[in-house]
């Protein structure tokens, strides 16, 4: 689905369906220097006559118009203006759904839509989210080094071998770097900022008025799992799913174990 917001081009996957507003919805937000092709693997499993789906790009992203935003803030604030502009605001309730920079950016909009939000997922996910200087430095200056040290953290041992579980068949770091590569200049380090500077996390969990599911893989380098069990304990009422043996591109490597919390 293509439509138009603030005079630019934002694309939204809904996995081949025409949205409904009388239908429950679920937003899918990607991470850095991704699009929604990161979910389509839960895409492809959860669309259907019961529930509209909605994975768009963010701005700069993927087939998506317009410059990278440079918050997890001004990105909560242009994903609850897609949801007025579609209609999903109107609907009997939605779920906000999202991974590791999404992750952030779902709980911003989560707060921002209070009454409204059914769930919220937050996948691969850290609050705060640092991001090491060296790889920040890269991110501006060698793009090239800063995708390889990020393709290397986000998959598992088991996925660098070939032998996840959701995707058999296709080596998921290579499907990951095409992805990041056909991101626009710019994009990572922006990302990665916002990530870095983002600092209101805990205080906004802490107000929010839905159910909150964290999923986190017991091998993930770039959000831990230990980041994930203190989140868990600082959020007396979220409930934390831990995926053995999978790395930060749980979507791709977990898919149906991810579905079934949904």
Request: proline letters at 6%; glycine letters at 10%.
């Amino acid at each position: 689905m293509q439509v138009e917001l603030n005079g630019l081009p934002v694309f939204i996957d809904t996995g081949g369906r025409e949205f409904f507003a009388r239908l429950p919805t679920q937003v899918f937000i990607h991470g850095a220097q991704h699009d929604h092709f990161v979910w389509k693997s839960l895409v492809t499993r959860l669309a259907g006559p019961d529930r509209n789906i909605l994975a768009p790009d963010l701005p700069g992203h993927g087939r998506s118009g317009g410059a990278p935003l440079p918050s997890i803030e001004a990105m909560a604030d242009w994903v609850v203006a897609l949801l007025g502009k579609v209609g999903a605001g109107e609907t009997a309730q939605f779920a906000l759904i999202g991974h590791s920079m999404g992750s952030l950016v779902a709980l911003e909009a989560a707060a921002r839509l209070s009454g409204r939000v059914s769930h919220l997922v937050m996948i691969g996910t850290a609050i705060p989210m640092p991001v090491a200087p060296a790889l920040l430095d890269a991110a501006r200056d060698d793009i090239p080094k800063a995708m390889a040290l990020i393709n290397r953290w986000a998959h598992s041992p088991t996925a660098w071998r070939g032998g996840n579980r959701g995707s058999q068949g296709i080596w998921l770091p290579a499907m990951n770097r095409r992805i990041m590569e056909r991101q626009p200049a710019g994009t990572l380090f922006n990302d990665l900022s916002a990530c870095n500077n983002y600092s209101n996390g805990l205080d906004t969990a802490l107000r929010i008025d839905c159910p909150i599911t964290l999923v986190a893989g017991t091998a993930d380098r770039m959000t831990s799992i230990k980041s994930a069990r203190k989140l868990a304990a600082e959020l007396p009422d979220a409930r934390l799913v831990e995926i053995a043996g999978a790395g930060h591109a749980l979507m791709a490597e977990a898919p149906a174990a991810i579905t079934s919390h949904l």
